[in-house]
């Protein structure tokens, strides 16, 4: 009796102590990503079930934040373990620079993701049809936690005008900035993000409501001559939203995926490698995710160094760097 009585304590103290083992084996990792109205959220969420799905003892979970900015303060602070970020944030976190002159931040990119487009959004009753056409205007510039303000701010730089002094400027996320626009509360706004932005698919989509975009590609190289080589002129074609059939000539620039420095190289591989591999499971999600390919993992499209983990996963495939 007092032996089968020890022989069960033995197997429970045997029970738990693997079961904490394996609790304590489980890592959480959290995905900083933006507001509910882009595209980083849908794709973090994708990503995050990606990840918990097909590694073991990992569960990830995508964060709604205010976007690239507080995202990358938030890997800083150790409060996420990875983040969407577009590269010219990425950039200034690293150097410590703009918003981040409180500290640089020891950033690694995991994956180069696909490319942001600049949309300078209108509807056709404000008779905004050019850059110049802003001046007077109340205009939202983005989110104060997202990378938006910063590019729209480069933007407005570049076409010769003052953020300050030439606007009525508001601090809207894309979502709010679309109601903003609905009720009658600004006459433009600045949304850099993947297509189509399901935001401005609805704001496209509004009875009574004509969208236009407005042209500016013109302006990435003087953007690059003051900023480095991060923008470039591209184009959201026509149809892309409900009823605007028109090209829009607009800036681009790409979108990262980074860490900050406490990584494991075997952790990093193992995301990498699943984010790549499993990529048919996230375009099923948004199609942004076809640009998660191997050719695109290139240094001069993410200007901080990949994670030496990234790097062994790339090499493997033959590419990278």
């Not at 184009?235 to 979108?255: H, L, Q, R, S």
């Amino acid at each position: 009796m007092k032996r089968t009585t020890k022989m069960a304590a033995v197997l429970a103290f045997a029970l738990s102590a693997g079961l904490i083992a394996a609790h304590a084996q489980q890592k959480t990792m959290a995905i900083g990503t933006g507001g509910t109205g882009g595209v980083y959220y849908p794709l973090g969420g994708a990503i995050a079930n990606v990840l918990s799905k097909n590694l073991p003892n990992v569960q990830a979970t995508a964060e709604v934040t205010g976007g690239s900015v507080d995202n990358l303060k938030l890997i800083g602070t150790g409060q996420s373990e990875m983040g969407f970020t577009m590269a010219d944030a990425a950039l200034d976190a690293y150097k410590g620079e703009d918003k981040f002159k409180s500290g640089k931040i020891p950033l690694q990119a995991l994956l180069v993701v696909y490319p942001n487009r600049m949309h300078i959004v209108t509807v056709e009753s404000t008779g905004i049809k050019t850059m110049a056409d802003l001046k007077g205007k109340r205009v939202s510039t983005g989110s104060p936690g997202g990378a938006t303000e910063v590019m729209a701010f480069r933007v407005i730089e570049a076409a010769g005008l003052d953020k300050d002094k030439d606007m009525k400027r508001e601090r809207l996320g894309v979502a709010e900035s679309v109601n903003a626009i609905k009720d009658g509360k600004i006459d433009a706004f600045f949304w850099v993000g993947g297509i189509p932005t399901a935001s401005v698919t609805d704001l496209a989509a509004t009875p009574g409501v004509k969208l236009r975009l407005v042209d500016h590609a013109d302006l990435a190289e003087k953007m690059n001559a003051k900023y480095g080589k991060l923008y470039s002129a591209g184009v959201i074609k026509g149809g892309t939203y409900p009823g605007y059939d028109a090209d829009n000539k607009n800036t681009e620039v790409w979108n990262i995926i980074v860490t900050g420095s406490k990584m494991s190289d075997d952790d990093a591989y193992n995301i990498v490698k699943t984010l790549v591999e499993k990529k048919a499971d996230i375009v099923a999600v948004h199609k942004e995710a076809e640009s998660f390919s191997l050719d695109n993992q290139v240094q001069d499209r993410s200007p901080v160094p990949f994670h030496p983990g990234a790097m062994k996963y790339f090499k493997e495939k033959g590419k990278g760097g």
